[in-house]
């Protein structure tokens, strides 16, 4: 188990470019979270996937987010045209669902920078 | 979602024990309590969670009310390395989607002295 692994760990781009960040869960895991977490807050759910299929989507993901799991492993999360207001850390998160409290295992996360 | 009030911070020194309350007057009967921790530079890390009774493992003890509006969260000894944001998190069982989909608070920040 060499736990759900994020690349990369920093990125710093100019306001209107392209980002992609990666995602490898935790092998045997079919669950597959994002969240955004900004200084000072909590984690803030972004979307989620079991296998391949994104399941659901927050508000918070505008049209310039897309994400894919494609084959219900590794995961990227796409932001186009970044914005000042992109500026977060990028949280993946994994876990096996099989049970009603289901835990949830954390990489260390894509701090984004956007000039 | 139901809330959760937590202090902002709390301060503790090494070798004792702290005792992080969360406050839920809103709590169903079917949602669970869940423990996470972040220390710096690092994601979220699962800490405990539990329904009704109180719940040890190797990490923490989580103790709850018997009326569930309330928990806390008990580190024996503090360490060092426990300073962390300590996020307590309810999680509706019978979500209708079935997924753990955790919605985080802004957490105690724990600082443990030397």
């Known amino acids: 188990d060499t736990g759900v692994s994020q690349n990369p760990r920093h990125k710093i781009t100019k306001r209107g470019q392209n980002v992609t960040f990666r995602c490898d869960p935790i092998?045997?895991?079919?669950?597959l979270y994002w969240y955004r977490q900004t200084l000072g807050q909590g984690p803030e759910f972004l979307t989620y996937?079991?296998?391949?299929?994104?399941?659901?989507k927050s508000r918070l993901l505008s049209d310039r987010f897309s994400a894919e799991r494609p084959k219900g492993s590794f995961s990227t999360l796409e932001i186009q045209r970044t914005e000042q207001g992109d500026s977060a850390m990028y949280l993946c998160?994994?876990?096996?669902?099989?049970?009603?409290?289901?835990?949830?295992?954390f990489g260390s996360g894509t701090q984004l920078s956007v000039l | 979602d139901a809330k959760t009030t937590q202090p902002n911070s709390m301060e503790s020194n090494e070798e004792e024990p702290v005792h992080l309350p969360c406050n839920h007057s809103t709590i169903s009967g079917t949602d669970y309590i869940h423990w996470y921790r972040q220390l710096p530079s690092q994601g979220p890390e699962y800490v405990i969670h539990?329904?009704?009774s109180n719940v040890n493992n190797r990490m923490a003890s989580l103790a709850i009310a018997e009326d569930r509006k309330s928990s806390t969260l008990i580190l024996h000894r503090a360490t060092l390395r426990d300073a962390a944001v300590y996020y307590c998190i309810l999680r509706d069982s019978m979500f209708s989607g079935g997924y753990n989909k955790l919605i985080f608070g802004a957490g105690t920040r724990l600082a443990v002295h030397p």
């Open positions: 092998s045997e895991h079919n669950r």
């Open positions: 996937f079991q296998n391949e299929a994104q399941l659901e």
């Open positions: 539990g329904l009704t």
């Open positions: 998160a994994s876990s096996l669902g099989d049970t009603d409290s289901e835990k949830l295992f």
